[in-house]
Nanobody, 126 residues
Framework: QVQLVESGGGLVQAGGSLRLSCAASGRTYSIYNLGWFRQAPGKERECVAGINWRSGWTYYEDSVKGRFTISRDNAKNTVYLQMNSLKPEDTAVYYC???????????????????WGQGTQVTVSS
């Protein structure tokens, strides 16, 4: 089992920045993929960024490319999502997810993840 705890959400004005953190515990040695998803009211949960813990490959959804950066601290078993130039449409609950199935690519489908954090609210005001 892997436990994930997100932090760092909040209210920010458009154009501002936030950094989300996701601390993993438990069987962290089994993790292959860590992803950041978001879900706005009435919308599907979507992957905005992901990183393969073994290969270091990353993925970004088109609408966040150039604004969001995913990074990791292996020693702390923590993955971060730096979000810059935030827009009102970035408002959502953000979830961290982890998966332990062998792959060297980045998994972007929510069904591909076995472990989820509780979510953290990000609200961007205009």
């Amino acid at each position: 089992q892997v436990q994930l705890v997100e932090s760092g959400g909040g209210l920010v004005q458009a154009g501002g920045s936030l950094r989300l953190s996701c601390a993993a515990s438990g069987r962290t040695y089994s993790i292959y993929n860590l992803g950041w998803f978001r879900q706005a009211p009435g919308k599907e949960r979507e992957c905005v960024a992901g990183i393969n813990w073994r290969s270091g490959w990353t993925y970004y959804e088109d609408s966040v490319k150039g604004r969001f950066t995913i990074s990791r601290d292996n020693a702390k078993n923590t993955v971060y999502l730096q979000m810059n130039s935030l827009k009102p449409e970035d408002t959502a609950v953000y979830y961290c997810a982890a998966d332990s199935k062998f792959t060297m690519t980045v998994v972007t489908a929510k069904d591909g993840y076995d472990y989820w954090g509780q979510g953290t609210q990000v609200t961007v005001s205009s």
